[in-house]
């Protein structure tokens, strides 16, 4: 009984309340924004969907530049590619290096060119790398001749840069 009479009597001192009310709302407040998303992590979260829809349409529209190259090998016909990669796109983030040369010895620090200002800081791209091709299937309608299938290996392994053993051509339906 004492408990209630002593909460009665804070509630009627007016500067108590208002302390109180204030804390209360400062308490919602803090657990209201940790149930909201931050802007960083939903960012954070969606790049690599951006960089993975980045490869995606490096390696089609690839496919459809050689399709278009290799119908125009006589004999080819009809084509249809399908290119593997084997990674997502690649940064490479600019630095600068310091050399310091004593005696018998050389020491060298290596550190990232950071960009922006405060809290914003990001390192510089220096370069973005596309997706390496690792494989290709070709599909045509005129490799039943061995000699349109041959120039349909050398002509893929010379555009993409792979050697013969990574490149699979089939005669089509």
Do not use: H
Not at 1 to 11: A, N, P, T, V, Y
Not at 136 to 149: F, T, Y
């Amino acid at each position: 009984m004492e408990l209630f009479k002593k909460i009665g009597d804070l509630w009627r001192n007016k500067k108590t309340t208002v302390v109180t009310a204030l804390g209360a709302v400062g308490l919602l407040l803090i657990m209201i924004s940790s149930i909201l998303p931050d802007k960083k992590q939903s960012a954070e979260q969606n790049s690599p969907k951006t960089e993975i829809t980045a490869a995606e349409s490096y390696c089609r529209e690839t496919e459809k530049r050689l399709e278009d190259f290799l119908e125009k090998i006589e004999g080819a016909g009809n084509v249809e590619v399908y290119l593997t990669v084997g990674s997502g796109e690649r940064y490479v983030y600019a630095a600068e290096e310091k050399k310091a040369v004593s005696e018998n010895k050389v020491e060298r620090d290596e550190k990232y060119v950071l960009i922006g200002g405060g809290s914003e800081r990001e390192p510089l791209i220096e370069k973005v790398e596309t997706p390496e091709i690792t494989g290709a299937v070709i599909i045509c309608s005129g490799c039943d001749s061995p000699l349109v299938e041959e120039r349909i290996y050398k002509a893929v392994s010379a555009a993409l840069g792979i050697s013969t053993m990574k490149i699979y051509v089939s005669k089509g339906a």
